[in-house]
């Protein structure tokens, strides 16, 4: 299936765009460099954590914590409160149930030997002599970079399994719940998962010696994706209060929210309020403002999940193409369609509540 | 059972995937190597 023309050339431009946006965070130390007369280069730390804010110290093992075990913590801790509190509209059937369990545990333990594989054998190879060459980078220039590089990277991944009609089967499973939540958070066909672009790009820039500076910005970006998903919607206030419409502004065009990422699970577009077509930022909102693929409605869609789904078996859902599903007409069987009902794809120009 | 459009789609995916690792570490990291060698 080709992808409209119109879309090929918006894709080509926003990608052009985007080598500027990567760009940024370089010119931004060029010129931090150029007007304070630093040369840290000159004599490096040994790690970038030597040249970091003290007072990080302190958080610090809060921060390794939260890295190692806490998001786990917190994600069953919220799921179990969001099913106490019926926010999953009792859609968590049995099915549904298997595969998110499926989907949260098993890449916990087939995906640490491909992540060391990748940091202690492929990385010395293709960039030999190269480890922790960028320990001079400050903690802040480490950050926006690392900010940048990751959560862009992102974007575009999602935005292509979108986009391209040949990758779209490798992302719906992501899409095929039809609730928000905790439960779903996780839910990725393994091979999306493990191609994930910004993985490797985010350990090779650890690997240059901005592992510091990843530590601390992926954890927000977790706290920020995580509760973009969650069904216990902590945006609401904000589109409430009038005096926090201000925030509210800023929020939403800024990072991702229940409310636009909930937009984006939304099983039709038609109703003004779901817009599963665009809203693809993860931790940043902003790429969809940039590039005109969001909408921002303060709403919530009424509906979740595909309109095409039909429950597929959770092993073709977690491990299609590997595995196909035995049901007629599913996108993940055998001779199935490729993109059920239509090719969700950029169709639109942001809208502002 | 796995098929050859399968695994053409398969290799489309992977060539992305890496296309977006490449790009991104070419300009940040050339990026970086550029600062060390014209700021002195």
């Known amino acids: ?14 990608i052009i765009i985007s080598l500027f946006i990567y760009s940024l965070p370089v010119l931004a130390l060029i010129t931090y460099f150029h007007f304070t007369g630093e040369t840290p280069w000159l004599n490096p730390p040994k790690a970038q954590s030597d040249n970091a804010p ?13 890295n190692l075990w806490g998001f786990y913590a917190i994600t069953i801790i919220l799921g179990a409160v969001e099913f106490a509190f019926g926010l999953y509209d009792n859609k968590w059937k049995s099915s549904e149930r298997k595969i998110d369990i499926v989907c949260f545990v098993a890449p916990k333990f087939l995906m640490p030997p491909v992540s060391a594989w990748f940091t202690l054998t492929v990385l010395p190879y293709l960039l030999p002599h190269s480890a922790n060459i960028f320990t001079w980078v400050p903690f802040w220039g480490g950050c926006f970079l690392i900010a940048i590089a990751d959560d862009l990277t992102q974007y575009w991944y999602h935005r292509l ?38 993985i490797y ?14 530590l601390f910005v992926l954890v927000v970006k977790s706290l920020i994706t995580l509760s973009a998903h969650s069904s216990i919607a902590w945006d609401k206030p904000f589109y409430k209060y009038k005096v926090l419409h201000p925030f509210a502004w800023v929020l939403e ?18 109703d003004g309020v779901g ?12 790429w969809d403002v940039i590039f005109k693929t969001g909408i921002i409605t303060r709403k919530f869609p009424q509906s979740y999940g595909l309109k095409h789904y039909k429950a597929e078996e959770w092993y073709a859902q977690f491990l299609w193409p590997l595995f196909k ?14 993109v059920g009902d239509e090719v969700p794809g950029y169709n639109g120009e942001l809208k502002i509540a | 059972m796995i098929t050859l459009q399968d695994v053409v789609i398969l290799a489309k995916k992977i060539a992305i995937s890496i296309a977006a690792i490449i790009i991104p570490l070419v300009v ?13």
Do not use: C
Request: glycine share 10%; charged share 15%; no cysteine.
């Open chain 1, 54 to 66: 003290h007072f990080l110290k302190f958080i610090e093992p809060g921060i390794k914590g939260l």
């Open chain 1, 161 to 198: 399994h979108h986009q391209l009609p040949l990758l779209w089967r490798f992302h719906r499973t992501h899409h095929s719940a039809p609730y928000m939540g905790m439960a779903m958070a996780g839910r990725q066909n393994f091979i999306y998962t493990v191609f994930f672009s910004q």
């Open chain 2, 28 to 40: 940040l990291g050339g990026g970086l190597y550029l600062i060390k060698q014209l700021i002195h």
């Open chain 1, 1 to 14: 299936m080709a992808i409209d023309r119109t879309l090929a050339k918006k894709i080509t431009k926003d």
């Open chain 1, 275 to 286: 817009y599963y077509k665009g809203n693809f930022g993860n931790m940043f909102f902003i």
């Open chain 1, 253 to 270: 065009r800024l990072i991702s929210t229940p409310a636009t990422h909930h937009a984006h699970h939304a099983d039709t577009s038609d």
């Open chain 1, 325 to 338: 599903s035995k049901k007629e007409g599913s996108e993940l069987a055998k001779n199935g369609p490729v």
């Open chain 1, 201 to 214: 790009l985010t350990s090779a820039l650890v690997y240059l010696g901005l592992g510091y500076s990843a």
